[in-house]
């Protein structure tokens, strides 16, 4: 999805993943949740947070540090921490990678397209040149 780059990241959280379409082998319709998702702290908030439990899918998010704050302040009205695992989360590092391997791109890092649909030609040549040098 393609939005202006003041947008913050986490309004298009559910429509990305409302996309999202996992081919079976074999034949059948595509399946349209994912098995897991691995975000950063961005994405560490209440709506974000329930919109995963309400789908059932399972998330590995770190908690922001003034959520644990308030959170601890509140005593064992608070509530439990989030489910975090650190070996999972390390691995979300492949993806980062890949994003600053795309952003080496000048095109693609400074983005001077107007239009959303002529970036989203930009990202996806830097993409395949990128694939074609591996």
């Known amino acids: 999805m393609v939005t202006g780059g003041q947008r913050a990241d986490c309004t298009q959280f559910s429509p990305v993943l409302e996309k999202i379409r996992v081919p079976r082998p074999g034949s059948g319709r595509p399946r349209n949740k994912p098995d897991s998702l691995a975000a950063d702290k961005a994405y560490s908030n209440g709506p974000c947070r329930e919109y995963l439990r309400r789908r059932g ?33 390390k691995k979300r590092n492949t993806v980062e990678r ?3 391997r795309l952003k080496q791109s000048r095109a693609v890092a400074t983005r001077y397209d107007k239009r959303g649909y002529v970036f989203l030609g930009t990202a996806i040549a830097a993409t395949l040149v990128i694939w074609l040098r591996t």
């Open 57 to 89: 899918i399972r998330h590995t998010i770190p908690e922001k540090a003034d959520s644990e704050a308030a959170r601890l302040r509140k005593g064992t009205r608070g509530g439990r921490p989030p489910g975090f695992d650190e070996d999972r989360y």
């Open 98 to 100: 890949a994003i600053n």
